[in-house]
């Protein structure tokens, strides 16, 4: 799906209106608001935002306490998206419904994913 640069403008403008500090380059947009990055990505049924959380070492594999504790949290429900794992990185992923829902759900990811990511740095401590 190709998004109209009206549409990604105006993303970039609800996102600064809340708090964030807004990159774009070539397509591409990043929130940032204090320690978190916020990825945004337009497509056909929503707006996606992604929020990396720690990137996992390769050679350790994924340990078993950091896939109960994620599903675990995502059970629970707590906050717009869910965490999963792609790329040897841990990431908060949530969707947004449109410009009227972005703020509140970057919002509510950024908070979710401030509380959760150390808590996720505690599970892979014996790692790091």
Known sequence: MEVKSSDFARSGEVLSES??????????????RGLCQVYVCHGEKGISLAIPIVRLKQSAGIPRE???????????????????????MVWYWAC????????????AAQETAE???????????YMI
């Open 19 to 32: 708090g964030f500090e807004v990159f774009s380059h070539q397509g591409r947009m990043k929130a940032v």
């Open 115 to 125: 509380k959760a990511g150390p808590k996720v740095l505690n599970v892979l401590g």
């Open 66 to 88: 950091l896939l109960e504790y994620l599903q675990d949290r995502n059970l629970r429900h707590k906050g717009p998206g869910q965490f999963c794992i792609f790329q040897n």
């Open 96 to 107: 947004a419904r449109g410009e009227d829902d972005l703020a509140k759900t970057a919002l």
